[in-house]
């Protein structure tokens, strides 16, 4: 099967005429058209009508060649029901071709026809669809995961790439021809993610959002919470909803200050937010504000430890503490002092550190 994409943006296109947005505006005209898919020459989508040899799938959203490989567009979220988080219209049909609903029971929902071969997908789109399919089955290592729809939802092209690369998903330029039969060249592979993560940042710096978009293709995830649900205190409750409805709906959430425990038990990727919560609320556990604080230093020893024998992959955030003013109190400072410490050791654990500023990971 030989995939002609004729264009590869949104229906805007990217840039989008006469937007003045820093996306758009440093882009030629016509950089990257409208979205046109033609197949083997004969079946442009959507595919309304099977050519002699092929077989629509997924509500006219797939198509099954000749020689029995499959493609899959991966319909964009707003054109299914919001509530639903299905990923097609198609999940109505008992078709098991169709794009599922894998929401409640992605095992169930998996295509017994196994994975697709090709899947082109919008990425910036609510990524963690692309975690939605390899959770179902029908996207696995060996489908090629092509990114369609592109605008400037995204700063750059070198920020795509960048998100790209994290979620293991390629693009080409427009009028690409892609040749199922062709084995992916190896500089079109998903890099290898990096096993431990420490993404540092001030407060509202974006760094609990950049720990999730590294996450967002995967298809299990837990998400370890280590702050309160602010019971009695209306704001923090605001804010720990507004983290919980941002959060892709099939990640798992476990509520916890047994840091180390959890890790050492991890059976899928984990996403730590935060370090700082954690820390306060050992400091609270072990009654060192004014008390002996040699409790929460043996706890840091444990989880230290337990980061550096992880299995799983790790993307932890925690608050930089090196850029404010000395804490007027004791215990803010033994506080202060104590996270700094704790990062710095992570740190020196970590495959990758980011400082988070105004939502952009500089690399340390």
């Known amino acids: 099967m030989k995939l002609l994409l004729a264009g590869t943006a949104s229906p805007t296109g990217w840039p989008e005429p006469g937007c003045p947005c820093a996306s758009c505006a440093g882009l030629p005209s016509g950089y990257r058209r409208p979205f046109e898919l033609v197949v083997d020459g004969v079946a442009r989508f959507p595919f309304d009508d099977e050519p002699p040899g092929y077989r629509t799938l997924a509500d006219s959203h797939g198509l099954e060649g000749p020689d029995g490989t499959r493609l899959l567009y991966a319909l964009p979220a707003a054109t299914v029901t919001p509530n639903a988080a299905t990923l097609s219209a198609a999940t109505a049909t008992p078709d098991a071709t169709a794009v599922p609903d894998v929401t ?11 994975p697709y071969d090709i899947v082109l997908i919008d990425p910036l789109d609510r990524p963690e669809r692309i975690g939605l399919l390899r959770r179902a089955g029908l996207v696995a290592d060996g489908t090629q995961v092509v990114a369609v729809g592109l605008d400037h939802r995204v700063r750059s092209e070198e920020e795509l790439s960048r998100r790209l690369a994290l979620w293991g998903v390629r693009a080409v330029p427009d009028g690409t021809t892609l040749d199922t039969t062709l084995a992916v060249p190896p500089a ?36 370890v919470a280590t702050g309160s649900r602010g019971e009695g205190d209306g704001e923090w409750a605001a804010r720990v909803r507004a983290h919980r409805e941002r959060r892709p709906a099939h990640w798992a959430t476990v509520e916890t ?12 990727p984990l996403l730590v937010d935060g370090l700082g919560t954690w ?6 556990e072990c009654g060192a504000w004014d008390g002996d604080r040699a409790p929460v230093a043996a706890r840091c020893d444990e989880l230290v430890a337990a ?37 710095e050791r992570l740190a020196d654990e970590s495959e990758y550190v980011a400082l988070v500023i105004a939502g952009r990971p500089v690399r340390l």
């Open 104 to 114: 409640a029971t992605p095992e169930a929902a998996a295509s017994p026809a196994g």
């Open 257 to 268: 200050t047994d840091l180390a425990g959890t890790i050492r038990a991890a059976t899928t």
């Open 279 to 284: 820390l306060a609320a050992v400091f609270d």
């Open 307 to 343: 980061w550096r024998g992880t299995t799983q992959r790790i993307v932890a955030v925690s608050d930089e503490v090196g850029m404010g003013v000395v804490p007027a109190t004791a215990s803010g400072r033994a506080f202060r002092d104590e996270l700094g410490r704790l990062n």
């Open 188 to 223: 079109s592979q998903a890099p290898a993610q990096p096993r431990r993560t420490l993404l540092l940042g001030g407060s509202r710096s974006g760094k609990s959002a950049e720990a999730e978009l590294r996450l967002a293709a995967d298809p299990y995830v837990t998400y």
